[in-house]
Structures are given as C-alpha cells and as structure tokens.
C-alpha cells in the first residue's frame, strides 16, 4: 500500500463507525488523539528519549510513524482516566443506585507498537481475566479495531527485547503495518482486518519490499541497546523487600506519580463521590490513581507506605515480581516510558542492576526469612 | 475485536439499595447495624459464606468494607457491627432506622471451615475481630456435632470492651468453650485479664496437629496467637488470619489492598498465616 | 476455664499463711507437677529433685496467697484453678494485671532474687499449687549445676512469654484499634 492509502484506512475505518485514534502533535510531544486524516499524524518527526528527558525533532525525511512511543499509551481509551462507575439518586423511597450502560463508542487504533500489544494482553489479564470483570474496559475492548505499526526504529530507553514484547508485532492485532520508504507492507490478523484491508489500495507485496520491511524491523532491534536481566528477578526482588537500597532510591524519587501515570498496564484507581449541588444527585467516578500517592494504602488513618521507600518498592515489586503471582506474567513490557518520564531520571533497569550488585553479600542476610516467602508465596 | 470477550457478566459496580431494619448498641463506640435489601429477587437470592465481607455506601461520602457478622442462615436482613472509625462509619452510626444506603457483595474468601469438618478448632479473636467470626460461630453452633473440641478465645482492652457478650452463656451451653480476657481489669470484673496469647498459651490441646485456629483481631496479636499455636503443635496451614488494608473496589481492580502477591480482597481477606507469615514483619509493605 | 455468667465480685475472704497446705506423697506430687505445662523439657529425675523441696497447697477461691512487698521462700507451680496478680496503687487500690492460670509460675522472686514479692496474688477459683522452697530449690541448683540449668532455662523461657503478653497489654492494642486490623 502506499502511503496515500493511509486515508483510505482512516477513511474506511471512520465509515465503519470508528474512532480513530492516533499519533498527533501535541505540546510538543506525539500523543495519542483523534485521527480525522494523515495530515493529523507526526509526519517527519521523530522523538530523542533518555532518562529523564523527551523532545522532538525533524526527521530527515517525511515518515508517518518514524518516533517511538511517547507519555500517552492506549489505556486511555480501554481505561479511561475519569469513569463514572456508578451513580445514586435520592428519591421519595430513598435512595437509587444505578450502573451506566457502558459507552457505546468503537475506538479504532492507529499505530499500536509491539509493546503497546503486550501491554493491552496485559491489561486484558486485568480487567477481564479474574473473577470480576471491568464493564467499562470490556465493553470498549471487545469492541477495539487495532491497527499495529512495527517499529522501525527504537530509543535508549527501550528494553522489549528483555521482555520478550517486541520489536514485532506478532499477534492481537486486526492489522499490521511496516513503513518503509516506498509505502506500506500489510498484515491481516483478523476476519474484521480482512474486511478492512479489501477497502484498502493494496496489491501482493514482492520479495524486495517483504525484504525491506524486514530491514527495517531489524533496526528497530538493532537500536536496542538497554537490557534488563529478568532471570530469577521475581525472587530477588522479593528476597529484598528489607534492601537498603530501597532507602537510597527513595533519596531520588520525588513520588510524583509520573511512572504509574505513563505506563501502559499500571490499573490503579479510585473512586470519588461526586454529588450535584442538591445532594440528590452522585455520581461516582474512577480516576486513575497511584501507588505513589500517601493517601492510597490509607487505613485506620494512617497510610500503610508512610515513606517513599516502601511506596516504590511495591511500585517496582509490583510491577516485576509480583504481577506473575497475580496474572502470569510480568507487568513491565519494555516501553521505557517510566524512565523517559520521570522528572528525576530514575531508571528502573539501572535499579535492578543495583539490588542485583549488592544481594549476595552480608545484606542478603537481612532477608533470609523472605526466601521462604518466595517459594510460600507461589 | 482481537480478543475473544463473551457478553457482558454480572456487573461489580452495582450497588442494591438497602434500608437499616434494626440498630443495635454494642460496646462503647460500636454498633450493629442490620440492613434489609429492598429489592425482593436479591433479598430472597442473598446469601454468603463466614468471613465474606460487604461494602457499604453512603452516596455523596462513600464506600467502605464492613464484615457480615450475621447468622448465615438467617434471613430477611444482613448484620454488620461497625466500629465509628472515621467519616463514613460516623455517618453510619447517625442513619436512622429506616434509611437507605448502598451494598455490594458479598466479596472475600470466607473461613474455610468446610475443609476442617471434625478437627478442633481454636478462634482468636481481638476486639471487633470477633465480628467476622461470629457468623462462624453460628455455623458451628448450628453443626456442632461435626466437630471436636471448639475454644472461642477474645480479647479486648476492657470489660465493656467485650462484643457481644450478652450471647457468651448461649454460645457456652451450645459446646464452645468460651474464654473472654481483658487487657484492663478491675475489682468488678471477676474474669480473666490479660493477652488471648496467655490464654492460647495454656489452652489444653489434646490433638494440636488436628487443631486449626482462625483468628482476627490487630495483626500483632494475630502474629504472636500463631506463633504460640504452632509452638504448640498446631500446623502453620491450619493457622488462618484474617487481615485489613485500604479496599477501594473489593473487586480486585483498584490496586489499593495489594498486601505483596494477595489482593485482600478478591484472594483474601482471610489467608492461611502459610501464605502470608514470610511477609507480615516486613514494614510498610 | 470459662467466667461466663461468673457475677460475684472478687474479694478476699481467707487469708493464707503457709500453713494450711497439704500433706500429700511425693509420687503424687510429681505426677501433679509432670502434668503441667512448666514440667516441659524437663527430665523426670530432675522433677523428681524438684519435688523434694514442694508440697502441695490448695486454696479455696479469693484466699490470698502472697502479698506485695512481703518476702516469701515459696515459688508456685499452678496446678489447677487461677490466680489474680494485683499491685497496689496508692489512690487507685489494688489494680489487676494478669491472671495465671495452670502451668504458670508465680512468686518467683523466691527462686532468683530475696524473694520480695512484686505482687499480691489472689486466688479466682479452687486453685492446687506446687509450691517450692526457693532456698531449697537454690542450694539444688548451686550443687547439680546440670539441674540448675534446666530449671532456670525453663523459668526464663516462662518468663520470656510472659513478658511478650506483658508488652502486647501494654502496647493497647485495641485503643482504637488504631492503626491494626479492624475486620
Ligand atoms: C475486609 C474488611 C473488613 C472490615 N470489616 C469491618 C467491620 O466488620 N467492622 C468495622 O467497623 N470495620 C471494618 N473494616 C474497617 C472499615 O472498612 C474502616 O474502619 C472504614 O473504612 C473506615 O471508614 P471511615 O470513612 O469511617 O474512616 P475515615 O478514616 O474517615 O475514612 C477513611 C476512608 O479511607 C478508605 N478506606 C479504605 N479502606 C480502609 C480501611 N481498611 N480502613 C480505613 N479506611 C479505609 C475509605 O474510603 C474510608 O472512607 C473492615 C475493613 C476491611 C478491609
Ligand atoms: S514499568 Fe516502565 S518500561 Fe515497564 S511497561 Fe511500565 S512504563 Fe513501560
Ligand atoms: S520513580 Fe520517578 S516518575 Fe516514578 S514517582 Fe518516583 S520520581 Fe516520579
């Protein structure tokens, strides 16, 4: 396909009663919003990532998807920031409860990376996979288009490759797109991607342009230079939950919520009541919400996590060790955002390394009794 | 449309309206508060396990978890005892009878008493843990033959502490061994003082390795009763702890009652002190 | 034990001066001693040594077994039945703090210091003591150094847990039940 018949998908797409939703400009960062035309994507921009810091800048040339990932990720359209989960209303026979039928939009996505699938699996185990299923979630989920875009380049702050989340897109897509410099290569996933893609300006791909869509996914893999070791890393981080190098990272983090806010599969929230002026009228509405937040282990009036060690080692713990007890995998994919985001460049792979370095010594001592609680714990 | 999602299920947000039946006193800042669900259909269908817990909702201030402490048999209305802690349990203690509110549940794993069917059996209770036990007390009540020797053990700071402790004798003459003990005594009070642990401690266990012990109350004192159990014998599997942190959702989506790998709330809130032991000196976790 | 439906109020009707115990044979006594909870990780012979310097004592409920600040010789062993352990407060009287019950040692002062007792006990109910000369028990140990050990390794980890209740009262765990488990 060429890129002309980038329209004709968000055309078709749109005609299909979609939404689409994709990467656009927005204060100076590649966001995720509504999609009217390719004129609304990042055309010629790319995005420079390390620790602690993001900016744009022209690409050479004029690539549709030549940036990496940015703050946004697609939880927010699956997960909404703000839900109303419920509501009340105060009649003559007191009170009502009701729960919303749940919104009936359909979001088409455009640009989904490999992480970002691995990150929807993610949520997906969340949200639907317990024995209590999210309306909300399942209801904008189930009803989903997902375009994938294979990456074809990648920053210093991606690690999928430990992961084992990308570079590739490899399923859970309704369609997969590689841009290379003559177009687009295509892939179905999907029935309703089949459907799709016979709208679309498309003709078999030849042996040279498979070929060069596969160059370009292998320097995405290539660029990836950043590593985290994931052998035995649930248990060494539950076999350090007294570490001091907990305290030393708290010296560092500002707990300012950013890490759990930009990354993709982090599901906390909470609920607050939100009454009209009569009182008669409350809705009650789910916001994200955040480990690092004091109030959030709040009990008896007081916060279980008092300090900013104990709220970032359940963040980390949670994220890397735990989150295999609670869904079968890890709760990292690999997109880097937490580092890139974090307003004092704390790098979640550098502090693995460290726990790491210094387990193994006389430290490891402090945590004997956990060892056990590693193997209680399965 | 990549996924495969069935139909929607049964959806954890909704909230049945209910109206407060009857409003008990109990001890000094405690209350039962028991609660007829209005709509018939659920009324009728209503039922839950030992242990499970609701939450409780007052529109325009919120939503809390509260124990069920009623007799799982019983119909018609659910009991909770709560304790003013806060906001919403305040506003709890000033609804009048016949008032409405919100309930969702029942959620939580109960006491798993099923699995223990002729052993002895040690509860331990502090304070308003006797609450979540008292719906199990009933059941053993009601099926006391099924099992061996049963000791009821709790603990409060005073005399006029103590819950319930209009039903002792009943519960006494229905073949528990009830053993109520003050942190704070005085010349009125004829009973026991001091910890349950000082009572567990001496309690004549014919079989320890048979005996399982459930018990709620502060975590310290959960800790230092299952130490002391399985001091004694009691098998550290067969030693359960019910346990509390913050509970936003009840539905394990929130994230608040993480407590390491368990949600209190969909996993919990009663674990096998196994389960939890390695975890429960870390501080701050 | 059980005080359900026990109304009576405490108060001290007989008062107990060392004399009124009972005669009883030292098979018997040692089989009454094997069978509580202090005789644990003990041997029989060094029981056996035990009992040569105990007697039993009963004592019918709310009778005074020693007082604060008096000094005694005898250690007791709590066979059977409950008693109160009060100290007194100018002001406030006598204010409770513990009741022992079988297997608990009481008076102990007699076996490791002068024997000045750190508080007034009283009986609950029928109570059946081992009671032990503390003289006696320390001439045994200073020659069986052996039996010595064991004694006071038993009466430390006795002590160890009453000192662990003694801190979970004072910690006032259910004030509020602040900051603990409510559920
Ligand atoms: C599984 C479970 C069972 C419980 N059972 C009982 C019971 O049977 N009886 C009883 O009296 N109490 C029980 N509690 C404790 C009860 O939930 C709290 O006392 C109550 O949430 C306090 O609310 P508040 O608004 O009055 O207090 P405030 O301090 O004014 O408000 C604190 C707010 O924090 C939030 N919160 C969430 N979880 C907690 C928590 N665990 N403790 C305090 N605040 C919390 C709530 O939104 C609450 O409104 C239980 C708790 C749990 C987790
Ligand atoms: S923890 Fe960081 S790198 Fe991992 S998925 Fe979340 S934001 Fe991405
Ligand atoms: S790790 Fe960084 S982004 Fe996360 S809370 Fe701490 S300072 Fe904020």
């Given at each position: 396909m060429l890129a002309e018949g980038l329209d004709t998908l968000i055309r078709a797409l749109a005609e299909d009663g979609f939404q689409v939703v994709g990467p656009t400009i927005d204060?100076?960062?590649?966001?995720?919003?509504?999609?009217?035309?390719?004129?609304?994507?990042?055309?010629?921009?790319?995005?420079?990532?390390?620790?602690?810091?993001?900016?744009?800048?022209?690409?050479?040339?004029?690539a549709y998807f030549g940036y990496v990932v940015g703050s946004h990720s697609w939880k927010k359209y699956l997960f909404p920031p703000v839900t109303l989960v419920a509501s009340a209303d105060l009649g003559e026979n007191g009170w009502r409860m009701q729960t919303p039928e749940p919104d009936p939009v359909k979001y088409a996505f455009l640009g989904v990376r490999a992480c970002e699938l691995a990150a929807i699996r993610i949520q997906d185990q969340v949200f639907l996979g317990g024995p209590f299923v999210d309306p909300t979630y399942e209801a904008r989920r189930s009803r989903a288009f997902i375009v994938a875009v294979n990456c074809?380049?990648?920053?210093?702050?991606?690690?999928?490759?430990?992961?084992?989340?990308?570079?590739?897109?490899?399923?859970?897509?309704?369609?997969?797109?590689?841009?290379?410099?003559?177009?687009?290569?295509?892939?179905?996933?999907?029935?309703?991607?089949?459907?799709?893609?016979?709208?679309?300006?498309?003709?078999?791909?030849?042996?040279?342009?498979?070929?060069?869509?596969?160059i370009a996914r292998q320097r995405a893999a290539d660029q990836i230079t950043r590593r985290l070791d994931t052998d035995g890393l649930r248990d060494l981080l539950m076999n350090n939950l007294r570490h001091p190098h907990w305290e030393e990272i708290a010296q560092r983090c500002l707990s300012c919520t950013n890490c759990?806010?930009?990354?993709?599969?982090?599901?906390?929230?909470?609920?607050?009541?939100?009454?009209?002026?009569?009182?008669?009228?409350?809705?009650?509405?789910?916001?994200?919400?955040?480990?690092?937040?004091?109030?959030?282990?709040?009990?008896?009036?007081?916060?279980?996590?008092?300090?900013?060690?104990?709220?970032?080692?359940?963040?980390?713990?949670?994220?890397?060790?735990?989150?295999?007890?609670?869904?079968?995998?890890?709760?990292?994919?690999?997109c880097g955002r937490c580092i890139t985001w974090c307003p004092v460049g704390i790098d979640l792979t550098r502090e693995v390394v460290a726990l790491r370095d210094t387990t193994g010594n006389d430290l490891s001592r402090l945590s004997d009794s956990n060892a056990e609680s590693a193997e209680a714990n399965r | 449309m990549t996924s495969a999602i069935t139909a929607p299920r049964f959806d954890p947000w909704r909230t049945h309206a209910v109206r407060v039946a009857r409003k008990t006193p109990e001890v000094p800042g405690v209350f039962t508060c028991d609660l007829a669900i209005q709509e018939a259909t659920v009324a009728s269908t209503y039922r839950f396990a030992p242990g499970q817990f609701n939450m409780l909702y007052i529109p325009g201030l919120g939503e809390i978890a509260?124990?069920?402490?009623?007799?799982?048999?019983?119909?018609?209305?659910?009991?909770?005892?709560?304790?003013?802690?806060?906001?919403?349990?305040?506003?709890?203690?000033?609804?009048?009878?016949?008032?409405?509110?919100?309930?969702?549940?029942?959620?939580?794993?109960?006491?798993?008493?099923?699995?223990?069917?002729?052993?002895?059996?040690?509860?331990?209770?502090?304070?308003?843990?006797?609450?979540?036990?008292?719906?199990?007390?009933?059941?053993?009540?009601?099926?006391?033959?099924?099992?061996g020797e049963i000791h009821l053990i709790m603990g409060a700071r005073e005399p006029s502490g103590l819950l319930y402790s209009a039903e002792y004798s009943a519960w006494q003459d229905g073949g528990l061994n009830v053993y109520p003990t003050v942190d704070r005594g005085d010349d009125s009070w004829p009973g026991h003082i001091g910890m349950v642990t000082a009572i567990l401690d001496r309690l004549p266990?014919?079989?320890?390795?048979?005996?399982?012990?459930?018990?709620?109350?502060?975590?310290?004192?959960?800790?230092?009763?299952?130490?002391?159990?399985?001091?004694?014998?009691?098998?550290?599997?067969?030693?359960?702890?019910?346990?509390?942190?913050?509970?936003?959702?009840?539905?394990?989506?929130?994230?608040?009652?993480?407590?390491?790998?368990?949600?209190?709330?969909?996993?919990?809130?009663?674990?096998?002190?196994?389960?939890?032991?390695?975890?429960?000196?870390?501080?701050?976790? | 034990m059980s005080n359900v439906g026990r109304k009576q109020p405490v108060s001290i009707v007989t008062v107990?001066?060392?004399?009124?115990?009972?005669?009883?044979?030292?098979?018997?006594?040692?089989?009454?001693?094997c069978a509580t909870r202090f005789a644990e990780g003990l041997s029989h012979e060094h029981l056996a040594c035990l009992c040569r310097a105990g007697r039993l004592v009963r004592l019918s409920p709310n009778q005074l077994l020693f007082r604060e600040g008096d000094t005694e010789d005898e250690v007791f062993v709590i066979s059977s039945g409950h008693v109160r352990l009060a100290m007194n407060i100018p002001g406030r009287g006598d204010v409770p703090f513990l009741t022992a019950g079988p297997g608990d040692l009481v008076g102990w002062s007699g076996l490791i210091s002068d024997g000045r007792m750190t508080a007034t006990a009283t009986t609950v109910d029928e109570t059946t003591l081992i009671a032990l000369s503390g003289k006696r028990l320390q001439e045994l140990c200073n020659c069986e150094k052996d039996l010595g050990y064991v004694l006071l390794r038993r009466v430390a980890q006795v002590l160890s847990q009453r000192l662990l209740s003694t801190r979970l009262q004072m910690l006032d765990l259910f004030e509020k039940e602040q900051t603990q488990k409510v559920s």
């Open positions: 204060q100076q960062a590649i966001v995720y919003g509504e999609i009217k035309a390719t004129s609304d994507l990042p055309r010629g921009w790319t995005d420079l990532q390390e620790a602690g810091t993001y900016r744009l800048q022209r690409r050479e040339d004029e074809t380049q990648a920053a210093p702050t991606c690690f999928c490759t430990s992961m084992n989340t990308g570079p590739r897109c490899d399923s859970d897509f309704d369609l997969a797109l590689t841009e290379t410099s003559s177009g687009f290569l295509i892939e179905i996933g999907t029935d309703a991607g089949q459907v799709i893609a016979a709208l679309l300006p498309v003709r078999p791909a030849n042996s040279t342009e498979i070929d060069q869509a596969e759990t806010m930009v990354c993709p599969t982090c599901f906390c929230s909470s609920v607050s009541e939100v009454p009209d002026l009569t009182g008669e009228h409350v809705d009650r509405e789910r916001h994200w919400d955040s480990c690092f937040n004091l109030d959030f282990s709040n009990m008896n009036g007081s916060p279980t996590r008092n300090s900013i060690s104990s709220r970032y080692r359940q963040w980390m713990t949670h994220k890397l060790a735990t989150w295999h007890d609670q869904f079968g995998s890890s709760g990292c994919v690999g | 509260i124990s069920i402490c009623d007799d799982p048999q019983s119909r018609g209305s659910v009991a909770h005892t709560i304790r003013i802690a806060g906001n919403v349990t305040h506003a709890l203690s000033e609804l009048a009878v016949g008032s409405t509110l919100g309930l969702r549940g029942p959620f939580g794993v109960g006491w798993p008493i099923d699995e223990y069917r002729g052993r002895d059996l040690v509860l331990v209770a502090g304070g308003i843990g006797l609450a979540p036990l008292r719906p199990l007390i009933c059941h053993l009540l009601a099926h006391r033959q099924e099992f266990l014919c079989r320890p390795a048979e005996t399982v012990m459930m018990s709620c109350g502060p975590e310290t004192m959960m800790w230092y009763a299952a130490q002391i159990a399985i001091d004694r014998g009691v098998r550290p599997e067969s030693v359960y702890v019910s346990l509390e942190r913050n509970m936003n959702c009840a539905i394990g989506l929130c994230g608040h009652c993480q407590f390491g790998p368990q949600f209190l709330c969909k996993d919990g809130p009663i674990f096998s002190y196994n389960r939890v032991a390695s975890i429960m000196k870390v501080a701050d976790l | 107990y001066k060392g004399n009124t115990a009972m005669t009883m044979d030292q098979p018997n006594l040692l089989k009454m001693l």
